[in-house]
């Protein structure tokens, strides 16, 4: 869709709403084939808020993802919980006489390791009669820090990036500028893009980069050919460390420090990661469509040795067990996420 095609729908949506709450949301994938290797998705909000009252948005879960996100106003929303990775990189709520206050969401880009614990997201009450909502998240594959900044991920825990310290000040200054005068998603996809791919090929051009024969079939499930160094891929839910060091023909404990080195997080997190993302993506997919579903079946089709460790893990990374999980029944309209 042309730009002034979309700017005008949103608009008309806009105009449609009269003084409601709306929110263009959307996600997409990468358009361009060497980005496919590096970015999973994108997520877009922009619209209007007119609720003024406090209420909880949505809860977040681990990821093994790096996430990007780019807040354009701030002081909308707050995250409360422990282990989010964002204690340095917002400011305490300023509302008084709350229950519970968190970290309130500043106006600013956010760089975050997916890997952590479970928070809330809440709305925080204002006083303003309407609040403008635009932000966008990037989820980054595992390996896109190692590999296109050259920095590993443990860096990134509890530390306070900025997108400064990976693109240079005056590049992210002028991505940052023509992002905040962008209208919609789809303009904000697309800077992003543009800087990301001129920094990709200023690595190549610097010899920091190799690529070889990188096509949007290709993902980072398969051994990397891309880079200077050994990349193992993300482990299937199947295979064990040491068959996976057979296969790739390293010892268990080299290949155990490379993990750590590239992804941020061991072999055996990131297995734990990628079953719960799995379950969780398989129980809210059968909720969303309102049928029953039977918990003990749904952990052995996991992967779970049984239903005392599903639950364990399940609640581990939701602060739930599975029955208050379908107790909750959140319903799908306050499912729009706005950061997550």
């Known amino acids: 869709m042309p730009a002034s095609e979309d700017i005008e729908r949103l608009k008309l949506l806009a105009e449609q709403k009269q003084h409601r ?56 929303s707050e995250i409360r919980g422990q282990g989010h990775g964002f204690a340095q990189l917002e400011k305490p709520a300023s509302a008084t006489n709350k229950p519970a206050s968190g970290y309130e969401i500043a106006k600013r880009t956010y760089i975050k390791l997916g890997l952590g614990q479970w928070f809330d997201i809440y709305q925080l009450a204002s006083d303003k009669q309407s609040r403008p909502i635009k932000n966008l998240k990037v989820d980054l594959y595992p390996i896109t820090f190692y590999e296109l900044f050259q920095t590993a991920p443990r860096e990134l825990d509890e530390e306070d990036l900025q997108l400064a310290d990976l693109l240079g000040q005056p590049t992210s200054s002028l991505m940052l500028e023509e992002m905040e005068a962008a209208d919609t998603g789809q303009a904000l996809i697309e800077i992003v893009e543009r800087y990301l791919l001129q920094h990709l090929w200023q690595q190549i051009s610097n010899q920091r980069l190799e690529i070889h024969n990188i096509s949007p079939s290709n993902s980072i499930s398969h051994q990397a050919t891309a880079t200077k160094g050994f990349i193992p891929p993300l482990p299937s839910l199947q295979q064990s460390l040491s068959e996976q060091a057979q296969y790739y023909q390293k010892s268990e404990r080299w290949l155990q420090k490379r993990y750590a080195e590239v992804y941020g997080m061991s072999f055996k997190q990131i297995q734990s990661n990628l079953r719960f993302q799995q379950t969780h993506q398989q ?33 581990r990374y939701t602060g739930m067990t599975p029955g208050q999980y379908l107790k909750t029944n959140f319903d799908q309209q306050s499912q729009y996420l706005w950061y997550w």
């Open 21 to 76: 709450s709306w929110v263009d949301y959307g996600s997409a994938s990468p358009t361009h084939p060497l980005l496919n290797r590096y970015i999973a998705c994108y997520t877009y909000s922009i619209g209007c808020l007119y609720e003024q009252d406090a209420k909880l948005i949505t809860r977040a879960y681990p990821t093994v993802m790096t996430q990007l996100y780019f807040e354009f106003y701030g002081g909308l």
């Open 283 to 315: 129980l809210w997919h059968t909720l969303s469509k309102g049928q029953s579903i039977n918990l003990t079946e749904l952990a052995y089709r996991s992967g779970y040795f049984d239903q005392a460790h599903f639950i364990k893990d399940f609640k």
